[in-house]
């Protein structure tokens, strides 16, 4: 084999004949400048920034699961009978509320299907404005436009009611 000259191999080659040059990191992010790239440590930034909601998720659910059930029992334990009724009915109540609205048979109230329709039109407009921002754009200064004259005219007609 002479050296110095290229050769086709069809073998994996071994750590130890890579020149040193081609393991140098700084060497190749000069050779792979042009492509994007992260770190490990913008990696591991990254993905301790996404678990901080699911550690917070994480703890509330201990909290209601672990310490709100043992303040009631210690409540319940320690208070007058008259009030663990009250908390018993309380609780009954709740639960047949929810086991209503679980099987669809509670109708939701005019104020939530209100709610409801309100979310449900601020999502579809928002969706709309980021598909063309150049329009949205143009609609608010339509808008802030419009309020800006009836302002005015808001004034001029105070003005000239006054005179």
């Not at 490990?40 to 993905?47: G, K, L, R, T, Y």
């Amino acid at each position: 084999m002479e050296k110095g000259k290229p050769r086709h191999r069809w073998d994996l080659f071994k750590d130890e004949e890579f020149p040193e040059a081609l393991k140098d990191p700084e060497y190749l992010i000069q050779i792979y400048s042009d492509l994007n790239y992260r770190t490990q440590s913008e990696v591991s930034a990254q993905a301790r920034e996404n678990m901080k909601p699911i550690r917070t998720a994480r703890r509330l659910l201990i909290v209601w699961s672990v310490f709100v059930p043992l303040v009631i029992a210690l409540l319940e334990f320690f208070s007058p009978v008259w009030l663990s009724v009250i908390a018993l009915a309380y609780s009954f109540w709740k639960a047949y509320q929810q086991w209503l609205k679980m099987t669809g048979r509670k109708k939701k109230s005019d104020r939530e299907i209100e709610r409801e329709e309100d979310a449900r039109l601020k999502e579809h407009h928002h969706y709309h404005c980021k598909l063309n921002p150049d329009g949205f754009l143009k609609l608010k200064i339509d808008n802030l436009r419009k309020m800006e004259e009836d302002q005015i005219q808001q004034e001029y007609d105070s003005i000239s009611s006054s005179n």
